[in-house]
Structure formats: structure tokens, C-alpha cells
């Protein structure tokens, strides 16, 4: 996300709330995935001579990525900077970006013109000519756009067994330092929700989706 921001020249644009909020959970994946990766790798060379973790990545480079290099993703990874890097950027877009791109769904797509989902006529290639029946006849049918807001709805509810980010039912770990990691993780978590939560108390325009209580552990449907 940092490098995505930067590379968009949105660092200083005033009240742009996913990346004020994105960035505050950037870092805390970030602190907690490096606490958890130092703690296993000793250094660079144990990363190097992880052979199920070198297949994993190689596995996600050749079938996720078809082996381009344009995409940026890594087909080996040399030290445990890379290993922490790589595994932020899993994390943070499995859980808060799919929250960020896929709760408003509904929100925004309810209001047809926003987002309809086809087009039976090419948009108007000149300004001012186009006229409110042309309009009418070019945005999908009735049918078709209820079909679409079933699916908004579906894809933006909140699930019945959602599991929030840092919420862990299964104990998968059972050294001392991984559990305080937790701990610490789930406190950020709780530091980063009030504020949004505060800030939407008297928000014209309500901005909820990076609210860790409404982000998955991870993409469920």
C-alpha cells in the first residue's frame, strides 16, 4: 500500500480516508507479520533454505502469475526483509483491501447510474448530445438490475460467522512470543477502530469499510 500511494502521488491529498486508514493498518500487519517471521527465521539463510517455503512462493509465481515478471511477484525469496514484505502484502490484501473494495459494493451500486452492471447501447462519444430516452434505453432492464442487487447485497453483508481481523478461534500457535504477538496485534487493531469509529460519529459521509471490525481475517466467499 505505501508504494501504491506514492506511486499515485496521493500522499497529501486532504481527507482520503482509505489511505489514512489503510496505511495505519498497513503498518500494524506489518509490525505483527515481522514480529512472527523474526521469531522463526534466524536470518537471511534460513529464509533461502526454507524449501516448502521457496515451492509456496515459486507455486504462486507460476500458476497464480503465469510466470510473468511484469507482475512484480517474486519467485524466490532471499531474506527475511523480502519473506516480511511479501506476507504484509498477502495479508493486508486478502483482509483490508478486500474490505476496502468489496463492503461498498451495495452502497454504491444501488443508485443504478454509479455502476450499472452492462450497457445495451455504446456510451455517447460527444458531450451534450446525449438526451434522457437514450439514457433510459442504454442502462440495463429492470430484470437485469435487480439480479445485480441481489448479488451487491449478498457481497456486502456482513456473514453471520465472520471472523474480524486479529480474531483467531483456532489456536494454531502455542509458543509464548506468537500469542503475545497476537495480543499486541489485536490492541493495535482496537487503537485503530476508535478513531474511525469517532470520526464517523460526525462524518457527513460515513467512510466504515477499513474499520477492523468490519474487515475479514480473509476473502470468505
Same mark, same amino acid.
Given at each position: 500500500l505505501p508504494d501504491d500511494i506514492r506511486e499515485r502521488g496521493m500522499e497529501h491529498v486532504p481527507n482520503y480516508h482509505y489511505r489514512d486508514d489503510g496505511l495505519k493498518l498497513w503498518e500494524a500487519i506489518k509490525s505483527f507479520i515481522s514480529g512472527i517471521v523474526d521469531f522463526y527465521y534466524g536470518d537471511d539463510a534460513e529464509v533461502r533454505g526454507d524449501?516448502?517455503?521457496?515451492?509456496?512462493?515459486r507455486d504462486i509465481f507460476t500458476n497464480g502469475f503465469l510466470g510473468r515478471t511484469s507482475s512484480g511477484v517474486p519467485s524466490?525469496?532471499?531474506?527475511?526483509?523480502?519473506?516480511? /514484505?511479501? #506476507?504484509?502484502?498477502?495479508?493486508?490484501?486478502?483482509?483490508?483491501?478486500?474490505?476496502?473494495? $468489496? $463492503?461498498?459494493?451495495?452502497?454504491? &451500486?444501488?443508485? #443504478?447510474?454509479?455502476?450499472?452492471?452492462?450497457?445495451?447501447?455504446?456510451?455517447?462519444?460527444? /458531450? &451534450?448530445k446525449s438526451f434522457l430516452q437514450h439514457f433510459l434505453d442504454t442502462v440495463p432492464?429492470?430484470?437485469t438490475t435487480a439480479n445485480i442487487l441481489v448479488a451487491l447485497i449478498l457481497l456486502s453483508s456482513r456473514l453471520k460467522d465472520m471472523r474480524s481481523l486479529g480474531q483467531y478461534p483456532e489456536e494454531r500457535f502455542t509458543e509464548a512470543e506468537p500469542r503475545r504477538l497476537i495480543r499486541l496485534f489485536q490492541?493495535? #487493531?482496537?487503537?485503530?477502530?476508535?478513531?474511525?469509529?469517532?470520526? $464517523?460519529?460526525?462524518?457527513? #459521509?460515513?467512510? $466504515?469499510?477499513?474499520?477492523p471490525l468490519e474487515t475479514e481475517n480473509s476473502i470468505s466467499i
Amino acid at each position: 500500500l505505501p508504494d501504491d500511494i506514492r506511486e499515485r502521488g496521493m500522499e497529501h491529498v486532504p481527507n482520503y480516508h482509505y489511505r489514512d486508514d489503510g496505511l495505519k493498518l498497513w503498518e500494524a500487519i506489518k509490525s505483527f507479520i515481522s514480529g512472527i517471521v523474526d521469531f522463526y527465521y534466524g536470518d537471511d539463510a534460513e529464509v533461502r533454505g526454507d524449501s516448502e517455503l521457496q515451492a509456496w512462493v515459486r507455486d504462486i509465481f507460476t500458476n497464480g502469475f503465469l510466470g510473468r515478471t511484469s507482475s512484480g511477484v517474486p519467485s524466490t525469496l532471499q531474506t527475511v526483509a523480502e519473506l516480511s /514484505k511479501f #506476507l504484509t502484502m498477502v495479508m493486508f490484501t486478502c483482509s483490508v483491501q478486500h474490505a476496502a473494495v $468489496n $463492503n461498498g459494493q451495495y452502497d454504491l &451500486g444501488a443508485f #443504478l447510474p454509479n455502476a450499472p452492471s452492462s450497457m445495451r447501447h455504446p456510451p455517447p462519444a460527444q /458531450k &451534450g448530445k446525449s438526451f434522457l430516452q437514450h439514457f433510459l434505453d442504454t442502462v440495463p432492464e429492470v430484470d437485469t438490475t435487480a439480479n445485480i442487487l441481489v448479488a451487491l447485497i449478498l457481497l456486502s453483508s456482513r456473514l453471520k460467522d465472520m471472523r474480524s481481523l486479529g480474531q483467531y478461534p483456532e489456536e494454531r500457535f502455542t509458543e509464548a512470543e506468537p500469542r503475545r504477538l497476537i495480543r499486541l496485534f489485536q490492541r493495535q #487493531l482496537e487503537e485503530i477502530r476508535e478513531p474511525i469509529e469517532e470520526r $464517523n460519529q460526525w462524518a457527513e #459521509l460515513r467512510y $466504515n469499510y477499513m474499520n477492523p471490525l468490519e474487515t475479514e481475517n480473509s476473502i470468505s466467499i
